[in-house]
């Protein structure tokens, strides 16, 4: 499918990969203050014209590039440029730019107490799990795989034999993708494969928002 001719998004220029790999290489606040018109220019721009083509899946947050180092030691800049579309509690989607790749992502990450119960009688109640299914295996068509159980053992109060307990022994419920370093990626054709990748993930959103929903706890 060709791009569509209004795309704001022209694909990611290779100075965004050259940037990046010079961050790698010398990964100081002050070396990144004299060099944050690069990262503007190259990483949030394109992201944001991104953005506006997606409009349809939510409102964008981009990441601060910044890495809190207080209480977890690491380079103080953030060696990737990550931004959410529509991520507002009840799931959304991901979009990563990185050395590692491209990594483009959905679902719901980090599920509340409140949530992930309701995600859990989502995966119990036969009707909602057959939904559930057949919008991972959408997204598996794409490319986007589910990712992998986070508990060695099933929740409390699901039986052991449970048909479905590969599901309920997850904590998330996210869909990704890394996609590798290619010449595609600096082209109008990477906004057409994002969004085709991206909207394959939209069933699984939309059940998340339908039958998970935002959290209900106010402290």
Do not use: C
């Amino acid at each position: 499918m060709a791009a569509r001719a209004t795309s704001a998004f022209r694909g990611f220029p290779p100075e965004a990969l050259e940037f990046l790999r010079e961050l790698e290489a010398d990964n100081d606040r002050d070396w990144f203050k004299a060099n944050r018109a690069r990262y503007d220019d190259h990483l949030v721009a394109p992201a944001r014209a991104l953005a506006e083509d997606l409009v349809h899946l939510g409102r964008p947050h981009l990441f601060r590039p910044w890495n809190d180092t207080r209480f977890h030691p690491g380079p103080p800049i953030k060696e990737h440029l990550g931004m959410t579309l529509g991520y507002e509690g009840g799931g959304g989607y991901y979009v990563e730019l990185s050395l590692d790749g491209l990594l483009l992502g959905a679902g719901l990450y980090h599920p509340a107490p409140d949530q992930l119960d309701r995600l859990r009688r989502g995966i119990d109640g036969a009707r909602t799990a057959a939904s559930l299914t057949r919008a991972i295996a959408r997204a598996g068509r794409a490319g986007l795989e589910l990712t992998g159980p986070d508990l060695v053992r099933g929740p409390r109060g699901y039986p052991a034999d449970h048909p479905r307990m590969e599901l309920l022994r997850r904590r998330r419920m996210t869909v990704l993708h890394r996609y590798e370093l290619r010449a595609w990626l600096h082209r109008p054709e990477a906004g057409t494969r994002i969004r085709e990748a991206l909207d394959a993930a939209t069933p699984l959103v939309r059940w998340l928002r339908e039958h998970v929903g935002p959290t209900q706890r106010t402290g």
